[in-house]
T-cell receptor
Framework: DAGVIQSPRHEVTEMGQEVTLRCKPI?????LFWYRQTMMRGLELLIY????????DSGMPEDRFSAKMPNASFSTLKIQPSEPRDSAVYFC???????????FGPGTRLLVL | GQQVMQIPQYQHVQEGEDFTTYCNSS?????IQWYKQRPGGHPVFLIQ?????EVKKQKRLTFQFGEAKKNSSLHITATQTTDVGTYFC??????????FGTGTRLKVLA
């Protein structure tokens, strides 16, 4: 199994631009989680899906952030417009059930200038 | 809101010394997980604890879940340079939403 796949691995963009992060969970996993990691705030859960349905998006910082999961093998996290304070590492994770092991992807390192 | 705190934030040890990180939740947890993140890497699952007072061992690592299910600890015996990284606990308050602790960054000096 290839594990959780994220793309791009690195993204550098300018303030105001749209950023789209992509995630392919492990096949057969019903739960998908998006996290953001910064030095100041640590690892924060942004949103999670169960069977492609968003269950809890209370961690999404503001309306500039949106996430979708059109099918069981693909999810996106979009930031529009991006701001320098969005610079962070964004991780996607999946699990077979909500309370089992979460498998993290390698992350996308986002830098907004 | 629900919080999970870890102490210490940083720990430097000489190779061969023991290391312990503590995790405290503001609410009772259904279960708790521990993860390790190497520098520049992603969190990797270590273990899950479910029962009150549970103790689990993985080679030199010992994990404990408190009787009240609000705290947990990870103890490493005789640290090695391969133990370097940040250790996170992640508490589940009863939903499927894990709250990650602040992490303890371990540095092992050879």
């Amino acid at each position: 199994d290839a594990g959780v796949i994220q793309s791009p691995r690195h993204e550098v963009t300018e303030m105001g631009q749209e950023v789209t992060l992509r995630c392919k969970p492990i096949s057969g996993h019903d739960y998908l989680f998006w996290y953001r990691q910064t030095m100041m705030r640590g690892l924060e859960l942004l949103i999670y899906f169960n069977n492609n349905v968003p269950i809890d998006d209370s961690g999404m910082p503001e309306d500039r952030f949106s996430a979708k999961m059109p099918n069981a093998s693909f999810s996106t996290l979009k930031i529009q417009p991006s701001e320098p304070r969005d610079s962070a590492v964004y991780f996607c994770a999946s699990s077979a059930s909500g309370r089992e092991t979460q498998y993290f992807g390698p992350g996308t390192r986002l830098l907004v200038l | 809101g629900q919080q999970v705190m870890q102490i210490p934030q940083y720990q430097h040890v000489q190779e061969g010394e023991d290391f312990t990180t503590y995790c405290n939740s503001s609410t009772t947890l259904s279960n708790i997980q521990w993860y390790k993140q190497r520098p520049g890497g992603h969190p990797v699952f270590l273990i899950q604890l479910v029962k009150s007072g549970e103790v689990k061992k993985q080679k030199r690592l010992t994990f404990q879940f408190g009787e009240a299910k609000k705290n947990s600890s990870l103890h490493i015996t005789a640290t090695q340079t391969t133990d370097v990284g940040t250790y996170f606990c992640a508490g589940n308050p009863g939903t499927y939403k894990y709250i990650f602790g602040t992490g303890t960054r371990l540095k092992v000096l050879a």
